[in-house]
C-alpha cells in the first residue's frame, strides 16, 4: 500500500509565501511524475504543477512564475514553492503521484493525498 501525505498548508495574506510538501511512503518501486492539483469551493478540481521522474515541470498560466514545484527522488518527496500569493489561490492542495508499486512494478496506479487547506486573506 502506498500513502501520499501533505503537509505544509495553512493561512498567510495576500503578497505570502508558503510551501507544501507531499512525502510518499510504502511499497514503492518507482514514481512517474507527481503533480499538484487544487480544488476551490463550488470549482472543479484544476492540475496546478506537475513535474516529471526526469525532473521537467509544468504549471498553470495562473501561477507560472509565482509557483515552483521540485522533488527530492531519494526521500519520494514533491514540493511545491508558492510565492506571491493572491485570494485566488485559495483552495484545497491535493498531490498526486502515479506510481509503481513493489507488488505490481510492471503497472502504474495513481495515488493522491488527503489534500491539505491555503488560505489567502486579501
Known amino acids: 500500500q502506498v500513502q501520499l501525505v501533505e503537509s505544509g498548508g495553512g493561512l498567510v495574506q495576500a503578497g505570502g509565501s508558503l510551501r507544501l510538501s507531499c512525502a510518499a511512503s510504502?511499497?514503492?518501486?518507482?514514481?512517474?511524475?507527481m503533480n499538484w492539483y487544487r480544488q476551490a469551493p463550488g470549482k472543479q478540481r484544476e492540475l496546478v504543477a506537475t513535474i516529471t521522474s526526469g525532473g521537467r515541470t509544468n504549471y498553470v498560466d495562473s501561477v507560472k512564475g509565482r509557483f515552483t514545484i521540485s522533488r527530492d527522488n531519494a526521500k519520494n518527496t514533491v514540493y511545491l514553492q508558492m510565492n506571491s500569493l493572491k485570494a485566488e489561490d485559495t483552495a484545497v492542495y491535493y498531490c498526486?503521484?502515479?506510481?509503481?508499486?513493489?507488488?505490481?512494478?510492471?503497472?502504474?496506479?495513481?495515488?493522491w493525498g488527503q489534500g491539505t487547506q491555503v488560505t489567502v486573506s486579501s
Open positions: 498526486n503521484a502515479g506510481v509503481r508499486t513493489m507488488v505490481t512494478p510492471l503497472f502504474e496506479y495513481d495515488y
Open positions: 510504502g511499497s514503492i518501486s518507482s514514481i512517474n511524475a
